[in-house]
C-alpha cells in the first residue's frame, strides 16, 4: 500500500503537465476557471488540439490509434486538464459510442467513424433518453424498421446534450416487441442530416440552451450502421454506461472547484466566517475522501487484483459534490448571485456594469440551476441507490 | 499508489481474523465486560500473537512493522469488538521507540512487546478536552529525579496498566514522562465504560515518574496520531461487521409477509450506509498511508480522515439500531454492542466537530492555485 505515485507516473504527471501548459489556449482556460461560457468553437479547439496529438481518445488502446494508458495513467491526464482549466472533453463520441464501436462495430465502422472522432472532427451526439423512458430506459419506443438495406426511424429522443452541434447520433431504437423489453433494442448510428431528423432546443432552469429534443420522422437509415447483431443492443449500451460512470466521478473538476470556491468565499468574506467556512471544510474532506474512492478504484483497475464493485457510490457522491460546490458558491455571493446577465458569462465583459462589481458571481445562480442535472443523469442517485443496495442485501 | 495488501499484511489478517473468530465470540465479549471490560487471559492471547510489538522494533524484541500493518490488525479487532486496548501498545511502542531515551527503552520496549506491560496513554483531563497544550498536571525536578502530581480521567484499562504515559507541564512546557502503576503516589479508580470497555482516574501525588521526552507535545501530538489512524481502522472493522450483521437481519426477518429487506426505504437506508462505511474506508487508508508523513501534514490528514470516520460511526450506528427496529435496542441482541462501540469511537481522540473545525482552521490557504 502506498498512497504515492511510483516516479514514472510523477514524471508523466509531469510531461502532461508541461504539454498542457503550453498548448491549452489561455482564452479556454480563462473561462473554465470563471465558469464564462464556452462556445462551440472553445469546446472543439481544444478537442482538435487533443485531436492532433493523439489524446483526445485519450482512453482508447493502442489498436485503435489511442495512447494506450493504464487507468493511473488515465487519471493523471483527466487531472492535470481539468487542474489546468481545460474545457471537459465532449464524452460522447471519444468516451462513449467510441468504445462501442471498438468493441462491438465491424471492421468498416471503425474505419469509417474512428478517424473524425479521434481527430475532433466529428461531433457526436447521445439518443437515449426518451419522454417516457428516463430512468427505465428499456421500455424506449423509438422505432426502427428493416426495409431491404435500411431502416426506417421514426420517434423521438430527448435531452440530447449539445445535440445543436451534432453531426452523428448513436441511438437506442426498438426493432422488436417481443420478449423483455431489453432484448429488443438495437445500437445504430445515425447522420442527423439525414432527411427527416429535427432538432428542437429545451431551454433549461438556468435559461441556457444545453440539451434538445431529437426529433426522426420516417428517417432512412442504411443497414451497415447497425452497431452488432439486431436486439442486441442494450448489452451494448450497458458497456457504454458503465465508461460514463466512473467518469462521471468527476473528482478533478471538484478540486478544482473548492479552490475556486476559496476564492469566492474569501472575495465575498464569509471565508472568516467559521459557520461558512466549515461548510468549505466539510466539503474538502468530501473532495478528499471521494479521491481517496477514486484512488482505490484506479488501483484495483491497475493491478488488477480486486474488483471494487463500487461504480454506483462514484456516482452518487461525485453528482452530490458537484452540487454542493455550486451551492456554496452561490450562497458566498449572495444576493450578487441574483441579477440574470447573459452577457456578464461572456469573456470581456467589465466588472462595473454588473451590480456591486461583482463581475465573479454572475455565473453562480446559473451553474447552481444547472448542475441539479446531475443527480438526475447518467442513471438517477435513486436507481444508483437501487443497484448499491443489491451489492449489500442481494 | 497502490491499495493493495502485500501476502504477509494478508496472512497477518488472516492470522488475527482467526483468532478473533475462534477465540472472541459474543458470548466471551460479554463476559468479559460483565467481568468489568479487561480480560488479562485475552491480553496475553494478543501478545501470543505478536501484536503487543507490533510498532517496537525488532531489536527491543517487537515486530517493528509500519502504520498499514497496525491498520489490518485495528480493523480485524474491530470487527469482533475486542475490549483489550491493543492501540494503547502501538502508541507505547512507537512513542518510547521514537522519542524515549536508551534506558528507558532497553526497561519497557521489551516487555511492551511481551505483552508483560500494558503501558497506556493517560492524556485527558477535566479542562483540556482536545486541547493538548491545556494542561494542569505539573512536573517537577530535584537533582535528576522528576515527580509528577496530575489528575488524569478516561485513562484506557487505567487501573490494568503497568505504566502511564503522562504529559504533564515542566518548566513551563509541556513534556512527557512514564509513570509506574506501583510508584509511591499513584493511584487509579477503574470503571466500565459505554463501549463495554475499561478506564480509569489517574491520580499522582508527586509520584515519581521517568522523563520521556522534554519536547512532550510533539511526542503527545505523535501520539494521539497513531490513536487516530488506530481508532479509524477499528472504526471500519466494526462498520463492516455493524453492516454485515444489519444486512443478515434484514434478509431474514419478516413483516408484511416478507423480508424487510425487500422494502425500498430501507434498501435505500443501506445503500447511504454503505456510501458511509467505504467513504470510512477511503479515510481509514489516509489515515494510515499518512501517519509517517512530516507532523503538518500528519495532522492535516488525521483530522480529515477522523472527521469523516465520525460522521461514517455516528450514521451508520443509529441506522443500524433502526433497521433492527425494536431488537436492536436491546443488550441481548449484538447490534446494541457495536452501537455502543461505534459512540465510543467517535469520542476518541477528538469528537468529530472538534475534528471539523482543525480541517476548518487549518483548511490550506491555497485558494487560487489552479488559477
Redesign the interface.
Known amino acids: ?6 516516479p514514472e ?1 510523477q514524471k508523466f504527471r509531469e510531461d502532461i503537465r508541461a504539454w498542457v501548459h503550453d498548448n491549452l489556449p489561455k482564452d479556454i482556460s480563462h473561462k473554465v ?1 470563471n465558469a464564462l461560457h464556452l462556445t462551440r468553437e472553445d469546446m472543439q479547439r481544444w478537442a482538435k488540439i487533443l485531436g492532433k496529438k493523439g489524446w483526445l481518445g485519450h482512453g482508447w488502446p493502442r489498436q485503435f490509434g489511442g495512447p494506450g494508458w493504464n487507468a ?1 495513467q488515465k487519471h493523471l491526464f483527466e487531472e492535470e486538464c481539468a ?3 481545460a474545457p471537459r472533453v465532449v464524452p460522447f463520441g471519444p468516451v462513449m459510442v467510441a468504445p462501442v464501436i471498438m468493441a462491438f462495430g465491424n471492421e468498416a465502422q471503425q474505419k469509417r467513424h474512428l478517424p473524425g472522432i479521434a481527430s475532433g472532427e466529428v461531433w457526436w451526439s447521445q439518443g437515449y433518453s426518451e419522454p417516457g423512458s428516463g430512468s427505465d430506459l428499456a421500455s424506449l419506443k423509438c422505432k426502427a424498421e428493416r426495409m431491404g438495406d435500411k431502416y426506417i426511424v421514426n420517434g423521438q429522443k430527448t435531452w440530447t446534450t449539445l445535440g445543436q452541434f451534432g453531426e452523428w447520433i448513436f441511438c437506442l431504437v426498438r426493432t422488436s416487441n417481443e420478449g423483455k423489453p431489453q432484448t429488443g433494442i438495437s445500437f445504430l448510428l445515425i447522420d442527423m442530416k439525414s432527411k427527416g431528423v429535427s432538432v428542437r432546443p429545451i431551454i433549461m432552469l438556468d435559461g441556457g440552451h444545453e440539451v434538445n429534443e431529437v426529433w426522426f420522422d420516417n428517417v432512412e437509415v442504411p443497414a451497415e450502421n447497425l452497431i452488432g447483431e439486431e436486439n442486441k443492443g442494450w448489452t451494448y449500451a450497458k458497456h457504454l454506461l458503465s465508461h460514463e460512470r466512473t467518469n462521471i466521478a468527476d473528482v478533478n473538476r471538484a ?2 472547484e473548492l ?2 470556491l ?2 469566492i ?2 472575495t465575498e468574506g464569509v ?1 472568516d466566517d ?1 459557520r461558512f ?2 461548510e ?3 466539503l ?2 468530501d473532495v ?2 471521494l479521491e ?2 477514486v ?2 478504484v ?3 483497475e ?2 488488477g ?2 474488483s471494487l464493485d ?1 461504480a ?2 462514484l456516482k ?2 461525485g453528482s452530490e459534490i458537484q452540487q454542493r460546490y455550486t451551492e456554496l458558491m452561490m450562497l458566498a455571493a449572495g444576493p450578487y448571485a441574483l441579477p440574470r446577465i447573459y452577457e456578464a458569462m461572456e469573456a470581456g465583459w467589465q466588472a462595473d456594469q454588473y451590480p456591486g462589481s461583482a463581475l465573479h458571481a454572475a455565473p453562480l445562480a446559473g451553474t447552481y440551476f444547472n448542475m441539479r442535472k446531475t443527480t438526475i443523469y447518467g442513471g438517477s442517485n ?1 436507481v ?3 443497484i ?2 443489491q ?4 | ?6 501476502g504477509d ?1 494478508e496472512q497477518l489478517r488472516d492470522a488475527v481474523r482467526k483468532w478473533v473468530d475462534r477465540a472472541y465470540g459474543f458470548e466471551r465479549r460479554h463476559g468479559i465486560e460483565k467481568a468489568g471490560g479487561f480480560s488479562r487471559q485475552a491480553w496475553d492471547e494478543l501478545a501470543e500473537l505478536g501484536l503487543c510489538g507490533l510498532y517496537v522494533p525488532e531489536a527491543d524484541g517487537g515486530m517493528g512493522m509500519g502504520p ?1 500493518e497496525g491498520m489490518v490488525v485495528m480493523e480485524e479487532l474491530g470487527r469482533g469488538i475486542v475490549a483489550e486496548p491493543l492501540a494503547q501498545s502501538l502508541i507505547a511502542g512507537a512513542v518510547l521507540s521514537g522519542y524515549a531515551g536508551a534506558e528507558l527503552k532497553a526497561a519497557w520496549l521489551p516487555r511492551i512487546a511481551g505483552g508483560e506491560a500494558l503501558v497506556v496513554l493517560a492524556h485527558q483531563e477535566r479542562a483540556s478536552r482536545y486541547i493538548f497544550a491545556i494542561c494542569e498536571a505539573k512536573a517537577s525536578q530535584t537533582g535528576d529525579k522528576w515527580a509528577l502530581s496530575a489528575t488524569k480521567n478516561i485513562v484506557p484499562a487505567g487501573d490494568k496498566a503497568g505504566a502511564w504515559l503522562v504529559p504533564a507541564m515542566a518548566n513551563g512546557k509541556l513534556a512527557l514522562f512514564l509513570v509506574e502503576a506501583g510508584a509511591a503516589g499513584a493511584s487509579a479508580r477503574g470503571y466500565s465504560t459505554q463501549d463495554g470497555c475499561r478506564a480509569a482516574d489517574v491520580t499522582l501525588v508527586n509520584a515519581p515518574a521517568h522523563l520521556v521526552t522534554l519536547d512532550g507535545l510533539t511526542a503527545l501530538e505523535h501520539a494521539v496520531d497513531i490513536g487516530i489512524a488506530s481508532l479509524c481502522a477499528e472504526a471500519v472493522g466494526v462498520l463492516d461487521k455493524t ?1 454485515a450483521i444489519t ?1 443478515e437481519y ?2 431474514t426477518r419478516k413483516q408484511f409477509g416478507v423480508v424487510i ?1 425487500s422494502f ?1 426505504a430501507l ?2 437506508r ?6 458511509q462505511q ?2 470510512a474506508r ?2 481509514s ?2 489515515a ?3 501517519l509517517n508523513a512530516p507532523a503538518p501534514e500528519r495532522r492535516a490528514a488525521m483530522a ?1 480522515a477522523k ?2 470516520v465520525g460522521v461514517a460511526m455516528r450514521f451508520i450506528g443509529q441506522q443500524a439500531v433502526q433497521l433492527h427496529g425494536g431488537i436492536g435496542v436491546t443488550d441481548e441482541y449484538i447490534v446494541s454492542h457495536y452501537f455502543r462501540k461505534l459512540t465510543q469511537l467517535e469520542m476518541g481522540f477528538g469528537d468529530t466537530l472538534h475534528h ?2 482543525e ?2 482552521q487549518r ?1 490550506q ?7
Open positions: 500500500m502506498d498512497l504515492a505515485f511510483t507516473e476557471h493511473v487542474l489546468a482549466g478540486k478544482r479552490e475556486r476559496k476564492r468565499a474569501k471565508y467559521v467556512r466549515d468549505i471544510a466539510k474538502e474532506v478528499v475522501a481517496m474512492l484512488l482505490r484506479l488501483s484495483a491497475k493491478s487484483k480486486n463500487i454506483g457510490l452518487i457522491r435513486e444508483q441507490r437501487n448499491v443496495a451489492t449489500v442485501l442481494g | 499508489m497502490d491499495f493493495d495488501f502485500s499484511q498499514v453492516m444486512a434484514m434478509n429487506s425500498q434498501r435505500h443501506m445503500a447511504d450506509m454503505k456510501m467505504e467513504l477511503s479515510m487508508y489516509y494510515s498511508l499518512k480529515r472527521y469523516q471539523l473545525g480541517v476548518s483548511m490557504d491555497t485558494a487560487g492555485v489552479f488559477a
